[in-house]
């Protein structure tokens, strides 16, 4: 698969849509964000995201009631071996800070960014066709992986 070809060895830095996909199942991402997360639990990879991941994944849960969604997607963030929740700190909110000031950037993706960044990850996972080219870290895009 070419995704996974794709991969840096090193950390993978993962945005908040690849979780949505991979716990919810979607059924057109699922296939392409699944065989990250096994060779994340298998110690292939080390994946890494912002604690802004788990505030963008437990609205929709709490807003309609779900707290079993909520609960899973507390649990694949907090608690699964080879995933590294990046918290917001001083050093990752001036990163960002310094994103938003060099790039077209929103300050959630920068936050991202940052954190993947700050984690030594060369590679984002995202669905985000927005995200600039930004130095260091390579943008793969989940919908270029799709089959015609």
Same mark, same amino acid.
């Given at each position: 698969m070419g995704l996974i070809r794709d991969l840096a060895a090193g950390p993978i830095g993962i945005d908040t849509v690849a979780f949505i996909y991979f716990i919810e199942e979607h059924p057109t991402f699922l296939r392409l964000v699944e065989p990250i997360f096994a060779g994340i639990d298998r110690g292939r990879?080390?994946?890494v995201t912002s604690s802004l991941t788990l505030l963008e994944t437990l609205v929709v849960p709490y807003r309609t009631g779900n707290? &079993?969604? &909520?609960?899973r997607y507390e649990a694949i963030l907090t608690r699964s071996r080879g995933l590294r929740l990046v918290g917001l700190d001083l050093a990752v909110l001036r990163a960002a800070s310094q994103l938003r &000031?060099?790039?077209p950037i929103k300050t959630p993706d920068a936050l991202q960014m940052a954190a993947a960044l700050s984690a030594g990850c060369t590679t984002f996972v995202t669905n985000d066709r927005h995200l600039p080219d930004v130095p260091g870290l390579r943008i793969l895009l989940l919908r270029n992986y799709l089959k015609p």
């Open positions: 990879w080390e994946g707290q &079993a969604l &909520a609960e &000031a060099t790039f």
